[in-house]
């Protein structure tokens, strides 16, 4: 992990930028009852328009979170490509960028929705919000799936102790288990309660990144 490239650095940067906005997001959106809910659009629309303020301050920090992410995964892939030494060259940042594009496109779905809550009488506005509500947790599904890869991909090529090998594998297994619960509702599709515990779940991998960021920001 000693690197004093400026790229390892501003690698430890970028993952920890996106450790705090995320954990800012989520703390907006768990208490205020802003976990959009696809079934039942009615009730979405009617809380992003009461709390439209917060909406929007949840939402930045999502993208930043999502973004920073992108970044650093582009960031470790071009050091990934110059490294020379045991370590084969890992796809552990492209699969982290790729989540992170796909956690922007669902952030992108939820403004959408920012929209529609201000024209609640256009017609179909429910049928609409309740599509763009359905792609937007599907794809971000698709980019928790893509953080796991990622993180077992890092896990297993990217130089560090084998303490954090061992705790970047059982944060994959918790990340796994939370992209895997939207598979278990069948037509009916994640609770509110369930969502958050998928929230809670991605925690591990959350934090594996902000360690692994640190560890680079502070070794040189």
Do not use: C
């Amino acid at each position: 992990m000693t690197d004093s490239n400026p790229g390892a650095r501003l690698t430890g940067v970028l993952l920890l930028t996106s450790l705090v906005a995320m954990i800012a997001a989520a703390a907006i959106v768990v208490p205020s009852g802003l976990t959009l809910n696809s079934a039942d659009p009615d009730a979405v629309l009617a809380a992003v328009r009461e709390r439209f303020g917060l909406h929007l301050t949840e939402l930045a920090f999502d993208v930043l979170g999502w973004l920073a992410l992108t970044a650093a995964g582009l960031v470790m892939s071009a050091r990934s490509a110059r490294a020379s030494g045991p370590y084969p060259v890992t796809p552990a940042g492209g699969l982290l960028a790729a989540a992170g594009l796909a956690g922007l496109l669902h952030d992108a779905g939820n403004l959408a929705l920012t929209q529609l809550a201000a024209h609640p009488t256009a017609p179909a506005v429910t049928t609409v919000a309740w599509a763009v509500m359905l792609t937007a947790k599907w794809t971000v599904n698709l980019a928790g799936l893509l953080w796991v890869a990622a993180t077992v991909a890092a896990a297993a090529g990217v130089p560090m102790p084998p303490w954090l090998r061992i705790a970047g594998a059982i944060a994959a297994i918790s990340g796994l288990a939370a992209a895997a619960l939207p598979w278990t509702t069948g037509t009916d599709g994640p609770t509110v309660a369930l969502e958050q515990l998928g929230y809670a779940l991605h925690l591990p991998i959350m934090i594996w990144y902000g360690v692994l960021g640190w560890r680079y920001l502070r070794n040189r």
